[in-house]
């Protein structure tokens, strides 16, 4: 991930990284017009999400479509 700063050290799933920059960055210019544009790369590419999300998914019979519906998922929280 890119910032005003330069390239910026990520822990833990992007998606949800992503948003929760995006809710920063929305409550410190809550006060004036702002201007953010975000486009998530799930569900997309990489096919990857979070155990605890993939488990939720367990009676899907392929890995391939519980990743993807885990994707969706955190996507939409």
Excluded: S, W
Excluded at 5 to 19: H, I, V
Excluded at 27 to 53: C, I, M, S, W
């Amino acid at each position: 991930i890119q910032n005003d700063r330069g390239p910026a050290a990520l822990e833990g799933y992007l998606t949800d990284q992503l948003a929760d920059r995006a809710v920063a960055f929305i409550d410190r210019h809550k006060d004036g017009p702002f201007f953010l544009y975000l486009a998530f790369n799930a569900v997309h590419t990489p096919l990857q999400a979070p155990e605890p999300l993939i488990d939720r998914f367990a009676t899907t019979a392929d890995p391939r479509r519980r990743t993807y519906l885990a994707m969706l998922a955190a996507l939409d929280a």
